[in-house]
C-alpha cells in the first residue's frame, strides 16, 4: 500500500512507500569546539507521526533538529528523507526555527515573513502574483493571523510572532515538518491554535518532529517520542517509550518519581 | 552658472551621489547584520593595500594602487571571517582587531619605503579630493553630449560608476537571498541557501563600493555612507524595501546638500573659504540621521 503525499494546492508531489521512514539519522555526532553535544544520534521518524523530542536543557535537542537540516554541520552522520539525501529532499521539508533565534525588530511585515516560505517557488527574480499572496493570507488564516498581515512584526506578542513562524512554514507546503520549540513562551491561545494546525497536518499525512519541553502535554500531543540527552535514550510510541523508567534515564534521575508517574499516568 | 557649474561641479555632484549611493546600498544588510564596522574596516585596510600596490608595481599608478587596495580589502575580510571562527569572538572585536592592525602594518611599510613620490597622506585619505575631480574640457552644457569633452572625464567618475552598478545588480539580483538570510539565517539554511556565500559576496560588493569610492572620495564618506543613510531610514520605514529606498534618498539627498553646502554655506554665513565637501557630505548624512532619531515615525524600538 501506498500514501500518496500531496502539497497544500492538492498537487501529488511523490508517493512514499508505506513503510519507508520519513527522517532517517545515523551515527549524527555534533560538537561545538571540543565539546560534543550529540552523540551517535540514530532516529527513525515514521511518515505521518507526530513526535516530540524530550530531554533536558542541554541535552542536545535544537543541536539535533539543526544538523538534521544541515544548519550546524555534523562531525560524522547521514541523514535521509522520505528515501532521499538530505540536499534532494529539502524542498519537502518546512522548519519552524526557535522564535528568539531572530531579531523581531528587522524592518518587515507579517505577510513578508510568510512569503519567505516561499521563496523557492518565487526563485530569485519570479514576480509574486495575486496567487501567492493568496496562499501566504491562507496560511495565515490557518494559524489565525489573517488581520495582523500587514503588521511590523517586532508589534506582535510572542504567541503571535510563533504562529507567523508556523505559517511561513505551512507555505513551504512541505511533506516533512521539523519545529524548534514551538510551545515556548506562548500563550495558551497560541499553542492550542498551534496543535490543531499540527493535528490536521497530521490527519493529512504529512510528518511533523517538533523539539518540546513541557512533559505534561506530551501525551495529549503527539503520537510518538524520542528521548535523549546528548545520546539517544530511547525512541517509540509514546505508550511504551513514554515512561517513568525512560524519563528518570533521560533526565538522570532529576525529576521526582510523583511528578513522573503523575506525567505518564494516561500514557501507561 | 552654466559653464561654470559643468566644469567645476557636476562631476564631484555625480561622483559624490554614486560613491554615496554604492555605499549605502550594501550597508543597508551590513547595519542589519550588525556588520556596520565593515566598511570603517575596509577603509583602514585600503592604506597597507595601497602600499603594497606601489612597492610590488614600482610605480605609482592608479591601477596598481586599486588593485591592492582590493586585496587588502579582500584579506581583512577573511580575517575578520577567520578571527570570528577560530577566536570564538563576536563580530565587532575581530573587525577591531583586524582594522587596527592592518592600518599599522600600512604605516610602518610607508615609513620604511620609499614612497614619497606617492600622493598619499593622511588628509588625502581622509577626505579624499572631490573638489579636484573638475571637467577641464568641458565648456557649457554642449559638452556633456561632445564625445570629445567626454573622453576628457576623470577617470575616478568611470570606476566610481562601474562600481555603483555592479553594486545595484548585486543588490537587485540577490535581493530575496539577501533579506531572508538577513533576517534568519537558520531559516535560510533550511531551505538550502548558500548563506555563508551570500554573507561573504556582500562583503566583497561592500569592499569593491568602498574601494571606488575612497578612491574619489576618501573614508570619511565611506565610512558614514554605510552607516547613516541606512540607520536613518530604518527610523523612517518597517519594510524592508521601502528602507532601502529611503537609505537611496537620504544617499542622494547627503551628497547633493552636503557638495552645496561646503561650497557656498561658508560664503552665505559670511566667511570667506568654503570647507571641505567630503567632510560636509558626512555632516549632513549625520544631521538626517539626528532628525530621523527624534521624529522619525518608526523610531520606537518594538517590544
Same mark, same amino acid.
Given at each position: 500500500m501506498t500514501v500518496t503525499l500531496a502539497s497544500s494546492d492538492g498537487t501529488a508531489l511523490a508517493s512514499a512507500p508505506d &513503510?519507508? &521512514? &520519513?527522517l532517517t539519522v545515523r551515527g549524527m555526532t555534533v560538537s561545538y569546539g571540543e565539546t560534543p553535544v550529540i552523540f551517535s544520534i540514530d532516529m527513525d521518524v515514521l511518515p505521518g507521526s507526530m513526535t516530540a523530542i524530550v530531554g533536558p536543557n542541554g541535552a542536545g535537542k535544537s543541536t539535533l533538529l539543526k544538523a538534521v537540516l544541515g544548519i550546524v554541520k555534523p562531525l560524522s552522520g547521514t541523514v535521509r528523507v522520505f528515501d532521499r539525501p538530505l540536499r534532494e529532499a529539502l524542498p519537502r521539508v518546512a522548519y519552524v526555527p526557535q522564535r528568539a533565534s531572530v531579531d523581531w525588530d528587522f524592518p518587515t511585515r507579517v505577510i513578508d515573513v510568510v512569503m519567505m516560505g516561499l521563496g523557492r517557488e518565487l526563485g530569485l527574480l519570479g514576480r509574486v502574483r495575486a496567487h501567492h499572496r493568496a496562499r501566504a493570507m491562507d496560511c495565515l488564516e490557518r494559524v489565525g493571523m489573517t488581520e495582523f498581515a500587514a503588521r511590523q512584526i517586532g508589534q506582535l506578542s510572542g504567541g503571535q510572532q510563533q504562529r507567523v513562524f508556523l505559517a511561513r512554514a505551512l507555505a513551504q507546503g512541505a511533506d516533512l515538518y521539523l519545529l524548534d520549540e514551538p510551545f515556548a513562551g506562548v500563550d495558551a491561545a497560541t499553542e492550542a491554535a498551534i496543535i490543531a494546525v499540527l493535528k490536521e497536518l497530521r490527519a493529512a499525512g504529512k510528518t511533523v518532529v517538533a523539539v518540546h519541553h513541557d512533559l505534561s502535554t506530551v501525551p495529549d500531543y503527539f503520537s510518538d517520542v524520542f528521548l535523549i540527552n546528548r545520546t539517544r535514550i530511547a525512541q517509540g510510541p509514546v505508550e511504551d517509550v513514554f515512561t517513568p523508567e525512560m524519563l528518570d534515564r533521560t533526565y538522570g534521575g532529576r525529576l521526582a518519581t510523583a511528578q513522573l508517574g503523575g506525567l505518564t499516568r494516561d500514557a501507561v | 552658472m552654466g559653464a561654470d557649474f559643468v566644469a567645476l561641479s557636476i562631476v564631484p555632484l555625480v561622483i559624490g551621489v554614486l560613491a554615496a549611493v554604492a555605499c549605502a546600498l550594501p550597508g543597508n544588510f551590513l547595519v542589519l547584520r550588525r556588520q556596520a564596522l565593515i566598511g570603517d574596516a575596509i577603509s583602514h585596510v585600503v592604506l597597507p593595500g595601497i602600499v603594497v600596490g606601489f612597492l610590488v608595481a614600482g610605480v605609482a599608478g592608479t591601477w596598481p594602487m586599486l588593485i591592492g587596495a582590493t586585496a587588502a580589502a579582500l584579506v581583512a575580510v577573511l580575517m575578520i571571517e577567520g578571527i570570528q571562527r577560530l577566536g570564538r569572538v563576536e563580530p565587532g572585536a575581530a573587525m577591531g582587531v583586524t582594522f587596527t592592525t592592518l592600518f599599522a602594518a600600512g604605516v610602518l611599510l610607508l615609513e620604511q619605503s @620609499?614612497? %614619497? %613620490?606617492?600622493?598619499? @597622506?593622511v588628509e588625502h585619505a581622509l577626505y579624499g579630493n572631490l573638489e579636484s575631480l573638475i571637467w577641464i574640457d568641458a565648456t557649457g552644457w554642449g559638452s556633456l553630449v561632445d564625445l570629445q569633452a567626454l573622453a576628457g572625464l576623470p577617470p575616478e567618475l568611470t570606476r566610481i560608476s562601474v562600481a555603483a552598478l555592479g553594486v545595484v545588480a548585486f543588490v537587485w539580483f540577490a535581493w530575496r537571498p539577501l533579506a531572508v538570510s538577513t533576517f534568519d539565517e537558520g531559516f535560510a539554511r533550511s531551505m538550502g541557501l548558500p548563506v555563508r556565500a551570500i554573507g561573504i559576496a556582500l562583503v566583497v560588493v561592500s569592499a569593491l563600493a568602498a574601494v571606488a569610492a575612497f578612491d574619489a572620495v576618501g573614508s570619511i564618506i565611506v565610512i558614514a555612507m554605510f552607516i547613516c543613510p541606512p540607520a536613518a531610514a530604518r527610523l523612517v520605514t518597517n519594510r524592508l524595501v521601502a528602507q532601502v529606498a529611503w537609505s537611496v534618498g537620504f544617499a542622494v539627498l547627503s551628497a547633493v546638500a552636503g557638495y552645496v553646502l561646503a561650497g557656498y554655506g561658508p560664503i552665505w554665513l559670511g566667511f570667506g573659504n568654503s570647507v571641505s565637501a567630503a567632510g560636509m557630505i558626512a555632516t549632513v548624512s549625520g544631521l538626517i540621521l539626528a532628525v530621523c532619531a527624534i521624529a522619525g515615525p518608526a523610531r520606537h524600538a518594538t517590544t
Open positions: &513503510a519507508g &521512514a &520519513a | @620609499d614612497t %614619497s %613620490s606617492v600622493h598619499l @597622506d
